[in-house]
């Protein structure tokens, strides 16, 4: 049975969630940032505005083994008259072609 923001067969699967990108992750630790490179891209993904965003850096808050979900969060650059913006990114692990590790904060 379908059922919105589930993945009905990974429970069928126990192991869907495999791959380098679901791997790494599944050891991350809460806070390690990340620039993500999505499948069939060849940038590392940028939400900023503007027509020649900088990468976002990510910062891994969990995995979910069942779902295959990646949560993260990630600050969005002010405009002129606004404050950065604390936000939620939630990826299906399988869809992340490569991670780069930023520096851990010591």
Known sequence: ???????????LLPS???????SILRNA?????FLILL?????????GP??????TEFSFVR??????CAIFTFSQPPDAA???AGREFIIDCRSIAALSPLPFPL
């Open 63 to 68: 995995f979910k083994e069942g779902t295959c």
């Open 16 to 22: 869907a969630c495999n791959g380098c990108a679901c």
């Open 29 to 33: 630790r809460e806070g390690q940032e």
């Open 82 to 84: 606004q404050v950065p």
């Open 1 to 11: 049975m379908f059922t919105l923001g589930k993945c009905w067969w990974c429970e």
């Open 50 to 55: 503007g027509q020649n965003p900088q990468p």
């Open 39 to 47: 499948k069939g891209t060849a940038e590392f993904l940028a939400l």
